[in-house]
């Protein structure tokens, strides 16, 4: 559950971070060790890379900058529907009850 919640927040940091320097196409240097500080950072960024929502480009077995992959874009969109349908069947899930009661009792 909270690699779930570092991935988010890494992919995240590194789109905001490219959205705010258009004129960057890739992180590296100091943003790119921030990404890197922890190990559970650098076990969400190996998630990420794995599923193909970021591109690491490495020399001497050390990563030198990171850049979006094929899905970036849409795993942020995906974790957001994902909440957005936790809440409403939540909510549905509390409402259809209620609902049913207050059916009931116009008919009885």
């Known amino acids: 559950m909270l690699l779930r919640f570092e991935m988010l927040r890494t992919m995240r940091f590194v789109q905001d971070y490219l959205l705010d320097h258009p004129d960057q196409l890739v992180l590296s240097g100091e943003p790119l060790r921030s990404v890197m500080a922890t190990r559970s950072q650098r076990r969400a960024l190996d998630a990420l890379v794995s599923a193909g929502c970021l591109k690491t480009f490495s020399s001497d077995n050390e990563i030198t900058t990171i850049g979006l992959g094929e899905k970036g874009s849409l795993y942020t ?7 957005i349908n936790r809440f409403v069947s939540f909510a549905l899930g509390v409402a259809t009850p209620l609902l049913i009661q207050f059916i009931l009792r116009l008919f009885s």
């Open 77 to 83: 969109i995906e974790r957001s529907e994902l909440w």
